[in-house]
T-cell receptor, first 111, second 115 residues
């Protein structure tokens, strides 16, 4: 089975609110994690990444948190905008450069 | 930034025919390229890893004789779906890495419909 998974398949958020998307992984040896955004009919777009020697990393309006103790990864989006509506995937690096993707969370932003 | 293109973006073919999909890294040399398949409302599933000049490595359950991968240069990998059937209809996505780090750069995907 998949070693990376998401807690909730969908998330509805009011425009302007913060979004939190969660991901659980099972391979404690994974050392690199990435969040991708995928809009309908397009390829995944890199959002932010984090290595296992860190527990937090911030980007523009996004923050990734890594809790290695419970093998949990989250993506926080500040001040969610309509353009943030998409499917979000977490991915882990398992082996060499291979990535294993989680199931995905569909984020819908309400105006 | 690193750009990966795919061609065609959409293709419709008849059952039993073969289809070739190209993946190109436009502004960097891709030592490794990956091919994924994504069914509707599902995640990306890795099909195979291809390194320039060597044979592709296929994931378990992926038929290498059906999904032919060629990585003849550092900027081009091709995936040929041979004897396509309706169940091969899917969104095929490639990614490429330059090898310096783990980051993979994804192409825009190719929607294959087999009738």
């Amino acid at each position: 089975g998949e070693s990376v998974g998401l807690h909730l398949p969908t998330l509805s958020v009011q425009e302007g609110d913060n979004s939190i998307i969660n991901c659980a992984y099972s391979n404690s040896a994974s050392d690199y994690f990435i969040w991708y955004k995928q809009e309908s009919g397009k390829g995944p777009q890199f959002i932010i990444d984090i290595r296992s020697n860190m527990d937090k990393r911030q980007g523009q309006r996004v923050t990734v948190l890594l809790n290695k103790t419970v093998k949990h990864l989250s993506l926080q989006i500040a001040a969610t905008q309509p353009g943030d509506s998409a499917v979000y995937f977490c991915a882990e690096n398992k082996d060499d450069y291979k990535l294993s993707f989680g199931a995905g969370t569909t984020v819908t932003v309400r105006a | 930034g690193a750009v990966v293109s795919q061609h065609p973006s959409r293709v419709i073919c008849k059952s039993g025919t073969s289809v070739k999909i190209e993946c190109r890294s436009l502004d960097f040399q891709a030592t490794t390229m990956f091919w994924y398949r994504q069914f509707p409302k599902q995640s990306l599933m890795l099909m195979a890893t291809s390194n320039e000049g060597s044979k592709a490595t296929y994931e378990q359950g992926v038929e290498k004789d059906k999904f032919l991968i060629n990585h003849a240069s550092l900027t081009l990998s091709t995936l040929t779906v041979t004897s396509a059937h309706p169940e091969d209809s899917s969104f095929y996505i490639c990614s490429a890495t330059g090898g310096a780090d783990y980051e993979q750069y994804f192409g825009p995907g190719t929607r294959l419909t087999v009738t």
